[in-house]
C-alpha cells in the first residue's frame, strides 16, 4: 500500500545529522516529487539537551522533538527509519539491532563500526528482512558503496586504489605546496576542521583501513577483518622525503589499496610515491578519490568532498531515499553483503612493492658500491638514485628499487644497515609503478 509520509529518528544531531535535517527540511519538496512520499524527521537522540543548536532556530515548526532516550526512537511504532550519526562503536551497535529487529530500516555514517561488525548486522538485518544502507561511511559526500553494488557489479574488479582520508591528503598537500613542516600543517588542519584534535586515527591509517575494508569487501566479494588491513602511519614523512620524490617525478599520499590476486587479497595503507602523471597524484587538500580497474569497464575513478556536513549528508539522504523507494515499492530483500566468503590476504612480507630508500653514510667513495651489493645479493634491482647533499663528511643518498618481495628488501637493509659507512635510514616509502 502505498505510504503518505515516511518518519525518520535521528540517532545524533551532530555536524551529520544536522545536515540531513537540514536538507530533508530545505529539499522536502524534490524528495517527494522523487519518492512520492512526504519524509520527515520526527525525533532525534541527543546527549544533552541543554546544548545550543543553532539548527533548530531555522527548523523550528518542524515538529522534531529532541529526546535522550533511545527507546523513544527505536520502539517507536511510527518511526520507519533509523539513522545513526551519532558515532561510536557498541552503543551504534546496540541501538541498530535493536531499530532492525523492530523492524525499522536502518541508514548509517558509521565506518568503524561497519568494517568492525558490519557482517553481524547484515545477518540480522537480512532476518529481520530490512537494510541497513551506509553509503556516507566511505567518501562522505562521494558515491562509491553504490556504484560497487550495483553499477560496477558486472565487473571483476582487479584493484582499487584511493586517497580516503582527508586529514591526512590535506597535511601531505599542505607540506608538498608550501613546505610547510608536519606539526605546523597538522596544527592547520586542526584549526580549519580538516583534523580531530586526536587524530591518531587518521594519520596512522586506520580511518583508512576502515573504509579500504569496506569498499574491498564490495569490490572483492570477501568478509574482510580490518585488523589483516597493513598500515604505515604518515608521521615520519618529512618535506625532504616530498622534494626528493619531487625531483624523482612524484609526489607522496597516503594510499589505501586493494588488489585481488591468484595468492589472495592484497590490502594496505601507506604512504606511496605516486607518479605526478597518475590520476591520483592531482587530489589535493580534504578531496577525496578513488580508482579502480574492472575487467570491462576499465579504469574509472571517482572524486570529490570526503567528509563535511553537507556532503555526508548528501550521501545518507540518497540513502533514505532509497528506503523510502524500498518501502513504496515492498521490496524487502534484506542485505546482499552476506553471501561473500573470506578470502586469502596476503602476508606483507610476501608481497611485492617498488621502495624508496633514504640514507645517509660517510662521504667516502665505494659507499654507494657496497650498498648495491646488499642489494644485489637480495636480487634487489635500483631504478633511481640520487646522491646530492653532503655535509660535514655526510653524503645522503634516495634510492628507489623496482619490484621486489618485501621480504628480500627488508632482509637486504638489515645487512645494509651493519655496514660501516652507513649512519642512518632516515626513510622508507613504497613507490607505485609508472604506468
Ligand atoms: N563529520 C563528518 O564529516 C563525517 C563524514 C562521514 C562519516 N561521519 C560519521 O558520522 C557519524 C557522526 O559524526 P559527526 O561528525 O556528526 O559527529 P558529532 O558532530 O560528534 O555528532 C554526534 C551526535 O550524536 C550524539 N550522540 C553521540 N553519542 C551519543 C549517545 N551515546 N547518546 C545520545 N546521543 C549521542 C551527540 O549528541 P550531543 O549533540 O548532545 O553531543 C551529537 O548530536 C560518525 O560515525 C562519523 O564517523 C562523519
Known amino acids: ?28 519538496s524534490e524528495i517527494t516529487a522523487k519518492t512520492g512520499v512526504k519524509t520527515q524527521v520526527t525525533k532525534a537522540l541527543v546527549r544533552s539537551l541543554d546544548k545550543k543548536r543553532p539548527i533548530l532556530n531555522r527548523y523550528k515548526n518542524t515538529g522534531l522533538e529532541l529526546t535522550t532516550d533511545p527507546a523513544e526512537i527505536l520502539n517507536d511504532p ?7 550519526v551519532m558515532g561510536s562503536v557498541k552503543t551504534a551497535k546496540d541501538y541498530i539491532s535493536q531499530a532492525l529487529k523492530n523492524g525499522k530500516y ?16 547484515f545477518t540480522l538485518a537480512k532476518k529481520h528482512q530490512r537494510s541497513i ?4 561511511s566511505v567518501g562522505g559526500g562521494i558515491p562509491l558503496i553504490r556504484p560497487l553494488k550495483n553499477c560496477l557489479a558486472a565487473n571483476k574488479i582487479q584493484s582499487l586504489m584511493g586517497i580516503i582520508n582527508g586529514t591526512t591528503n590535506y597535511i601531505l598537500t599542505q607540506m608538498t605546496l608550501y613546505e610547510k613542516d608536519f606539526a605546523t600543517a597538522l596544527a592547520e588542519a586542526q584549526a580549519k576542521g580538516f583534523a ?3 587524530p591518531s586515527s587518521d594519520l596512522e591509517g586506520k580511518d583508512a583501513a576502515y573504509k579500504l575494508a569496506i569498499l574491498a569487501s564490495l569490490a572483492f566479494n570477501s ?19 616530498i622534494m626528493y620524490a619531487k625531483q624523482l617525478g612524484f609526489v607522496i599520499k597516503l594510499l589505501a589499496i586493494g588488489e585481488e590476486t591468484a595468492d589472495g587479497l592484497s590490502l594496505r595503507v601507506h604512504p606511496t610515491l605516486v607518479p605526478t602523471n597518475h590520476p591520483l597524484a592531482s587530489v589535493q587538500n580534504e578531496f577525496n578519490a578513488l580508482f579502480l580497474e574492472g575487467d570491462a569497464v576499465g579504469e574509472v575513478m571517482f572524486y570529490g568532498r570526503g567528509a563535511g556536513s553537507m ?18 515499492h515492498e521490496v524487502r530483500n534484506g542485505s546482499i553483503e552476506t553471501t561473500y566468503t573470506a578470502k586469502p590476504i ?22 654507494f658500491g657496497s650498498v648495491a651489493t646488499e642489494f644485489g645479493n637480495e636480487d634487489v634491482s635500483l631504478d633511481l638514485i640520487i646522491q646530492n647533499q653532503r655535509e660535514l663528511g655526510v653524503a645522503e643518498i634516495v634510492l628507489v628499487t623496482h619490484d621486489v618481495c618485501e621480504e628480500k628488501f627488508y632482509r637486504a637493509l638489515e645487512n645494509i644497515k651493519k655496514l660501516t659507512s652507513i649512519r642512518n635510514i632516515s626513510n622508507i616509502i613504497r613507490v607505485l609503478e609508472r604506468s
Open 223 to 241: 568478509r574482510i577483518d580490518v585488523n589483516q588491513v597493513y598500515t604505515e602511519s604518515i608521521n615520519e614523512i618529512s618535506v625532504r622525503d
Open 133 to 136: 544502507y551506509y553509503e556516507a
Open 346 to 367: 596476503i602476508p606483507m612480507k610476501k608481497q611485492t612493492s617498488k621502495f624508496y630508500l633514504r640514507l645517509k653514510a660517510a662521504d667516502q667513495s665505494g659507499v
Open 196 to 198: 580531530e584534535q586526536e
Open 311 to 328: 556532503p555526508t549528508a548528501s550521501a545518507v539522504v540518497a540513502d533514505i531515499i532509497e528506503v523510502v523507494r524500498s518501502i513504496n
Open 106 to 121: 536502518v541508514v548509517t555514517a558509521n565506518k568503524d563500526l561497519m568494517a568492525q561488525h558490519g557482517y553481524e548486522l
Open 78 to 84: 511510527d518511526i520507519d527509519i533509523v539513522v545513526e
Open 1 to 28: 500500500m502505498q505510504r503518505q509520509v515516511i518518519n525518520i529518528g535521528l540517532l545524533g544531531l551532530g555536524t551529520v545529522g544536522s545536515g540531513v535535517l537540514q536538507l530533508i527540511t530545505n529539499n522536502r
